[in-house]
């Protein structure tokens, strides 16, 4: 397999609500037949993907299947794991694990939760599909290589999210499925034989990728109490979904980002399926039709614009969605670390001075970084966030507050 080089991957909100059609899945087990538990799949085996029928029983974070994939520094995992959406039905989905090719220490070792930047909404997006795939558009893989190759002594677990890889649409920015994604799949990592994982776990994120570490902080002590949240490093991310859109709105080379993040609303709420032609052009619902089957984010689509026909910001019902998915509402027991450069061009700098503001007026214990000149891609989860939670896990850091 080809190992890649780490590239951050820039947001620009390329979002779908179809998805592509799939092979027919491996025969299941008879409906009433004993459950198998976690089953290997061999490396080269397409029917991975396929959405086990019936779906199995169990707990969400259940792990559902693993393969083993080819690595020259690191014992990869892919992984199917149950979840649930955003209506409580139990869903499967999809992601990475990568392990310290050595002898795990006692007690096990500690787990970097890992949410990654926009890809997409085609399946090919997810990283999971592109790590071993050098057909794939793009380098997703190398986002999560450049993490896991980082965080070398971290089990780094990365979830593509609901809907990415995983049947079904995926529900960009909705803050709730993607923290759940994350949690689960910290849950399935050790589930997979011969993996030891401590309950020491750190939260992290970039970009959209940060949108969901910060829900999914949020979410961890009700959704994953059994494990130590001991810190969260975001880095640039879209916390504040509504002023992303109408910022984005508001400038034709960006307006696809508007036309991502109404999209993602429209794969979990009705409502806002229902009223999409009030927001977007029929360009724009063209251009969602194209990302939703085969297109990932940096592929070219032919279609003209314009795309976006008012400012969801301020349309109903998508001005309320999007305020109801911010992130960064609720304090959470564990200190937090915010990078974001100062002249970022997709994601402005502004979104995390509010976002800092929100967090210290709920008394949360948090820390930003701006970084000076710094672009989007600028913001990823660094060797100074790794230091940062190798300090709290070590017990040597001492969190300080930004507020």
Same mark, same amino acid.
């Given at each position: ?28 087990? =008879? ?9 290997? $799949?061999? +490396?080269?085996?397409?029917?991975? $993907? ?11 974070? &259940? #792990? ?19 979840? +649930? ?28 939760? $890992? ?24 380098? $997703? ?13 971290? %089990? ?21 499925? =993607? ?19 401590? &309950? ?9 990728? /940060? ?21 969260? %490093? ?26 991502? #993040? %109404?999209? /993602? ?17 029929? @360009?724009?619902?063209?251009?969602? =039709? ?8 940096? +592929? +070219? ?6 795309? %976006? ?10 001005? @309320? ?11 959470? @027991? ?36 701006? #970084? ?11 060797? &100074? ?16 507050? @930004?507020?």
């Amino acid at each position: 397999m080809k190992r890649r080089r780490l590239m951050v991957l820039a947001m620009v909100g390329a979002v779908a609500i179809p998805t592509a059609a799939r092979a027919t899945a491996p025969t299941p087990p =008879e409906v009433g037949s004993a459950d198998p538990g976690p089953v290997e $799949y061999a +490396q080269d085996d397409p029917t991975f $993907y396929e959405a086990p029928n019936p779906m199995p029983t169990g707990e969400h974070g &259940d #792990l559902v299947r693993w393969q083993v994939l080819e690595s020259s520094f690191d014992r990869l995992y892919r992984i199917m794991y149950l979840s +649930q959406n955003v209506a409580g039905a139990p869903i499967v989905v999809t992601g990475l694990v990568s392990v310290p090719d050595d002898i795990a220490p006692f007690g096990g070792f500690p787990v970097l939760l $890992y949410g990654h930047g926009t890809t997409g909404m085609a399946d090919a997006c997810a990283p999971s599909v592109a790590i071993d795939n050098d057909n794939a558009f793009g380098d $997703y893989d190398g986002e999560f290589n450049g993490v896991a190759g980082t965080a070398n002594a971290w %089990v780094t677990v990365a979830t593509d999210y609901e809907g990415l890889g995983g049947p079904g649409p995926h529900p960009f920015i909705v803050g709730v499925s =993607e923290g759940r994604g994350m949690l689960d799949a910290g849950r399935a990592a050790g589930q997979i034989p011969g993996v030891y994982l401590s &309950d020491t776990t750190a939260i992290t994120g970039f970009s959209q990728g /940060g949108h969901a570490a910060l829900w999914a902080a949020q979410l961890a002590a009700e959704w994953m109490p059994e494990r130590t949240i001991i810190g969260t %490093v975001v880095g640039a991310p879209a916390s504040d979904p509504a002023a992303l859109a109408s910022w984005a709105a508001s400038q034709p080379e960006l307006s696809a980002l508007s036309v991502g #993040l %109404v999209a /993602g609303l429209a794969t979990t709420y009705p409502e806002a399926q229902a009223a999409l032609g009030q927001v977007l052009t029929p @360009s724009g619902i063209e251009l969602v =039709e194209a990302w939703g089957t085969t297109h990932c984010f940096d +592929q +070219q689509v032919d279609v003209p614009g314009p795309f %976006v026909a008012a400012d969801p910001g301020t349309v109903e019902p998508f001005a @309320s969605l999007l305020t109801a998915n911010t992130a960064g509402t609720t304090a959470t @027991s564990a200190p937090m670390l915010i990078f974001h450069g100062d002249a970022d061009e997709r994601i402005p700098v502004v979104h995390s001075d509010a976002l800092l503001a929100r967090l210290c007026a709920a008394g949360q214990v948090v820390e930003r970084r701006v #970084l000076p000149g710094g672009f989007h891609v600028s913001s990823g989860i660094n060797l &100074d966030a790794i230091a940062w939670l190798d300090g709290l896990a070590a017990g040597t850091t001492t969190p300080i507050s @930004s507020c």
